[in-house]
């Protein structure tokens, strides 16, 4: 039996193809404005502007970078098989920008009184890594 079989049977991980590019690109020190630029479908670099922006009080702007990011990662995901829920596991590196928007999508509506979605995009977040929610809140 694999380690990664689940016993429930509920859909299976999902687990995205990697896309080292961007991520190699923002640990070289390119900006996220720049990646995002070369790299629109990543949601790593969107998640990592709304980041940016939600630490210098742009809440609106954070909003609409994560959910860019988000709806990249919804893509993407759907591209990988992914039927609308099951596990996204934070443990696979090429998941964790789309984590990350989810994270920051949830962050932001919040600070913009936005409750109903912020509430769904945190258990959404629960709902597909656990870990992710640990880590990231």
Known sequence: MSIHENLLGGPPP???PDDPGPREMLASGASPVEVAGKHPTSSLAWAQLADEAFERGAAVESYAYARTG???GLDAL???GWKGHGPVPWEHEPNRGFL???HALARAAQAIGEQEEYERCSQFLKDSSPTA???LG
Request: glycine fraction near 0%.
């Open 100 to 102: 990350r928007a989810l």
């Open 78 to 80: 759907r591209r990988s």
């Open 70 to 72: 988000y709806h990249r």
């Open 14 to 16: 999902t687990h995205l």
């Open 133 to 135: 929610a640990q880590v």
